[in-house]
């Protein structure tokens, strides 16, 4: 096939596409479909490039990335050769036939190929199947799989945490390495075949989540989703993770991440604001992550069942047949049915959901007899103790029940320990007048789903099971609180899975359940599953990933960082940094300079305890101020008290406070208003309400200026600081609704001052004075680090069209740091903004020497 990739590092950073592909082995004849033929020899001189121009793709094409290929490989009964067929179970392929896209799987095959056969199947899967597959040694895939995902990442997103060997398995740096080396491998898989300027890349699950950062390295532009089929446990639990900063800025390399419900998400987003200082905000219903410019959307959706795979299941023969046999065996012997389907694993919670049938049979005499508790137990994902352990504890209980409550022609459960085919477990479905699912903690769980759907059913079943096909079907569900599907099934009994009586209850409650009741819960239950299927889950993802891509071609965009801290910087294509060169040139040539400064986060770190400025800082400021040629002004939201005890030393330096509401032009001059004194009364209304929430935030404070209040939570907990800023911020805002006040969220505060008062008024006070003395400037530079600065950058923005300034001027508007501002300019921190003031107050000092007369 065709593809746009880059092979390597080398040519993408020449930007030169590579030539044809050379070195796979074409089979010598494929005699039907999805057969790997036999190897020759004979055929080793064969070239590939014939067959490469055989495909073509639309521009709409998505790469779906997984752990596994949604294909089952297996070796001829000679030997000789391999075949294929598609996995119909797997969620990847049913995204292929729900949307309206050519998709290209890259993954990993089940079986293990032999090296000698690796290019031959490589070659058929990808002109049959349309698979990249990726094909790993088997000492790397047991530390990749069975080690790193399977004994840490798996445990841990279901909040084990290792506090003992067998809780999990403590961190291994060697297994860590794996898990980046297959990741690593993905990546250079999906290189060979990505178009990067018009594919999609989706990416799915835990076993990949440092796959972002491989891809967007080599390509800056890649449109990159991600989803997470597991839990995301909360920060307390994935902080102990000791990789958690690498995983994390990984998953943000990507421009979508997906999450089956807001807990998860909302876990996500507290691990980014704790860890990284990351804030999120929703803009019409998107929630939207801002990382060095770039917006990582963040998508809340569970997956959907493939409503055309249940139905034909339910539509087979074979179906109608089990179905016939499990009415004889239970409904025709006055049976009812609890079933149960999980995999034997530790976070199935099996042995509670049995422990709770146990209880109802001694609690509710009258059940015994009737009621029968089918598990249907599929073979664990994983291997090791834990598994061995969960089997013996259930097999043990299962003879423990039936010995005590089993009586002659009645079992009270059935554990079913052998894989079941699809058509058998949907005719289990369709008979069971209850499901119950009870994990104690899993991603999303489809059962409650596919059981609403065989408990539909269709004509023929009805026929079978002698209903009237006009009769409404009902249903009944158990479900834990903590699986991913509980949200979206309101009808279903939810239930707390370690609480035994409380299942207990609840499997009581749906034997006693009206029938009219069943079946309004089923009918509202099927109305929301029959529509948010696979396809819609898939359709809505994508529709998603191109809304957030369709910037990317406009944007600059750069790599910073190193290894798994690699990060993209995004920017306006007008957004560049200043050249120190540049501004000094223009600084030297030009005659009536204007130059604002904010001070905390511009001249002053934010992190820095001591906030005073040094004696270097004074000496820059007197060394601009002194140049006859300049005026220069500290624009600050901190009170005129302060500002002026720091800047005592600078004559000449202008003062603006408090945001602007004061303003002196001197030292010896006397401080004016920017707007008409008011009135601040309002102060006995807001700072009651402060005080309350700074009682209840702990680490908050007030600071109390002459015309303003600020509530500070810079050292309270990040995620309550800022859920108690936007209660307080409402809660200002009703108060204070009548007062000439406004009301506004900053970094770290919410900040009530005079209604007309910002930074952009000093800025318009300064120009309109330069103008009113015939002094225009033809030179402006101004400096700002947060939210509060943009106002002044806006108002130059209007000057430069305006008659405030010289034909010609010199406009420097610059911000601190890579991020979208309405500044032209940037620097990246407060060491470079100091270098550039020392390098304009040097050539301050030398054109004032150079007048000097001799």
Not at 98 to 121: A, F, N
Not at 468 to 475: F, V
Not at 578 to 604: K, Q
Request: net charge negative.
């Amino acid at each position: 096939m065709v593809s746009r990739s880059y092979t390597n590092l080398l040519d993408l950073a020449c930007g030169e596409s590579p030539p044809g592909r050379i070195g796979r082995r074409i089979p010598r004849v494929v005699t039907s479909p999805g057969i790997v033929p036999d190897l020759d020899d004979s055929d080793d001189d064969l070239s590939i490039s014939s067959s490469d121009n055989s495909h073509h793709y639309p521009h709409d094409r998505t790469l779906v990335v997984a752990n596994q290929l949604p294909v089952r490989a297996t070796r001829r009964h000679d030997g000789h050769g391999w075949t294929f067929a598609w996995d119909q179970d797997s969620l990847l392929l049913q995204i292929k036939e729900s949307i309206d896209m050519e998709v290209i799987y890259v993954g990993c095959l089940r079986e293990e190929i032999p090296l000698q056969d690796q290019d031959e199947v490589a070659q058929v899967l990808l002109e049959t199947f349309h698979c990249v597959p990726t094909f790993l040694p088997q000492d790397l895939i047991s530390r990749f799989y069975h080690g790193f995902c399977k004994q840490q990442l798996w445990p841990l997103f279901h909040y084990m945490l290792p506090l003992s060997p067998d809780l999990g398995g403590r961190f291994d740096r060697s297994l860590w390495q794996a898990y980046v080396s297959v990741n690593k491998i993905f990546a250079d898989k999906i290189l060979e075949v990505i178009n990067p300027d018009e594919d999609f890349v989706w990416v799915h699950d835990y076993h990949l989540m440092v796959l972002p950062t491989f891809l967007r390295k080599r390509f800056n532009r890649v449109k990159l989703g991600f989803f997470l089929h597991s839990p995301f446990p909360s920060s307390e639990i994935y902080r102990t993770l000791p990789v958690r900063e690498e995983i994390l800025r990984s998953l943000l390399n990507s421009d979508l991440i997906g999450f089956h419900t807001f807990d998860y998400a909302r876990h996500f987003l507290s691990c980014c604001s704790r860890m990284l200082g990351l804030t999120y905000e929703s803009k019409r219903g998107y929630i939207g992550v801002e990382y060095y410019g770039r917006t990582v959307s963040i998508k809340i959706l569970p997956v959907g069942i493939h409503m055309g795979q249940l139905n034909s299941a339910l539509g087979l023969p074979e179906t109608e047949k089990k179905v016939a046999e499990l009415i004889e065996q239970f409904c025709n012997r006055g049976r009812i049915m609890l079933l149960g389907v999980d995999d034997m694993d530790i976070f199935k919670g099996i042995s509670l959901k049995l422990l709770a049938f146990e209880q109802l049979l001694v609690q509710h005499p009258e059940w015994r007899g009737s009621v029968v508790l089918v598990q249907i137990a599929n073979p664990a994902r994983g291997r090791g103790k834990d598994v061995k352990d969960v089997q013996e504890e259930s097999f043990a209980m299962v003879k423990r029940i039936n010995e005590a409550f089993g009586s002659s022609g009645y079992e009270p459960v059935i554990l079913i320990d052998k894989p079941l085919r699809f058509y058998e477990r949907m005719a289990y479905y369709v008979v069971a007048e209850c499901c119950l699912v009870t994990a104690v903690r899993d991603g999303m769980n489809l059962i409650p789903y596919e059981y609403i759907i065989a408990r539909q059913g269709n004509a023929k079943l009805d026929e079978i099971y002698g209903l009237s096909s006009s009769k409404p079907k009902k249903s009944m569900l158990v479900v834990s609180e903590f699986i991913g599907c509980s949200p979206s099934l309101s009808g279903a009994i939810r239930v707390n899975p370690w609480n035994i009586d409380a299942v207990t209850d609840a499997m009581d409650s749906a034997l006693e359940m009206s029938e009219p009741e069943k079946q309004l819960r089923h009918e509202k239950h099927f109305r929301y599953v029959s529509t948010h299927h696979v396809g819609y889950w898939a359709n809505s993802f994508l529709q998603d990933l191109e809304r957030n891509c369709k910037d990317h071609g406009r944007r600059r965009c750069w790599g910073i960082g190193f290894g798994l801290g690699f990060r993209v910087v995004a920017l306006d294509p007008n957004f560049r940094k200043l050249s120190i060169e540049h501004i000094v040139s223009a600084y030297r040539r030009t005659s009536t300079r204007a130059i604002l400064l904010d001070y905390d986060g511009t001249l002053m770190p934010q992190a820095s305890m001591d906030k005073t400025p040094n004696s270097k800082s004074i000496d820059i400021l007197n060394s601009l101020c002194s140049d006859k040629n300049n005026l220069v002004f500290l624009v600050s939201a901190r009170s005129r008290s302060t500002l002026n005890g720091w800047f005592s030393p600078c004559e000449n330096l202008g003062i603006a406070a408090e945001h602007g509401y004061f303003l002196r032009l001197r030292r010896d001059a006397e401080w004016q208003t920017c707007v008409p004194l008011s009135d601040c009364s309002w102060k006995q209304i807001a700072e009651p309400v402060m005080n309350l929430y700074t009682e209840t935030t702990d680490g908050s404070t007030i600071d109390n200026k002459e015309t303003s209040l600020v509530w500070c939570y810079e050292d309270a907990d990040p995620d309550f600081g800022s859920c108690q800023a936007k209660e307080l911020l409402n809660h200002l805002g009703s108060v204070l609704a009548n007062e000439p006040v406004s009301v506004k969220s900053g970094p770290n505060n919410v900040e009530v001052k005079p209604q007309g008062v910002s930074k952009g008024v000093v800025a318009d006070r300064l120009l309109a004075t330069m103008r009113e003395r015939g002094s225009i400037p033809d030179f402006v530079l101004c400096i700002g680090d947060d939210r509060s600065d943009e106002d002044m950058f806006e108002v130059l923005l209007r000057a430069v069209c305006g008659d405030s300034l010289a034909p010609e001027a010199e406009v420097f508007a610059c911000t601190v740091g890579k991020k979208p501002s309405k500044a032209k300019y940037y620097l990246d921190d407060t060491a470079e903004i100091v270098r550039l003031m020392q390098g304009l107050a040097n050539v301050s000092e030398q054109i004032s020497g150079s007048s000097l007369p001799s």
